[in-house]
């Protein structure tokens, strides 16, 4: 995946905190450009914001063509959202005085 163009120095990311969600490439014929797309999820370098990077290439000998979506979120935005939108699961150690929840039971 080449780096983005964007001058925007809180958009990049710490490659050590970055997920591949997904990787692409297909060759849809023998004289037809190399199609790649990535998806990562990752970090700003100040580790104040969540960044998705969306990649698509379209390769060919003779030309190349990319472009580089990213979007980007404060931690604590995305973290009320996961709370309010995601799927709530409890854990607790079995021998929690007061405890009412099961040890693994969602």
């Keep these: ?6 001058t925007y120095a809180t958009e990049t990311t710490d490659s050590a905190h ?3 969600l997904n990787q ?4 849809p014929g023998q004289d037809e450009p190399i199609l790649f797309q990535q998806s990562c999820l990752g970090l700003t370098d100040d580790r104040t914001q969540v960044v998705l990077r969306r990649y698509f ?8 063509n990319w472009v580089e979506y990213i979007h980007h979120v404060p931690i604590a935005e995305f ?6 939108n995601g799927d709530l699961r409890i854990e607790c150690s079995e021998d929690l ?3 009412t929840l099961q040890s693994g039971i969602p």
Excluded at 1 to 6: E, F, I, L, P
Excluded at 79 to 84: C, G, K, L, R
């Design 1 to 6: 995946m080449q780096g983005s163009n964007s």
């Design 18 to 20: 970055t997920v591949i």
């Design 24 to 27: 692409r490439t297909s060759a």
């Design 57 to 64: 290439e379209r390769y060919s000998p003779t030309t190349s």
């Design 79 to 84: 973290t009320q959202w996961i709370m309010a």
């Design 97 to 99: 005085p007061g405890s």
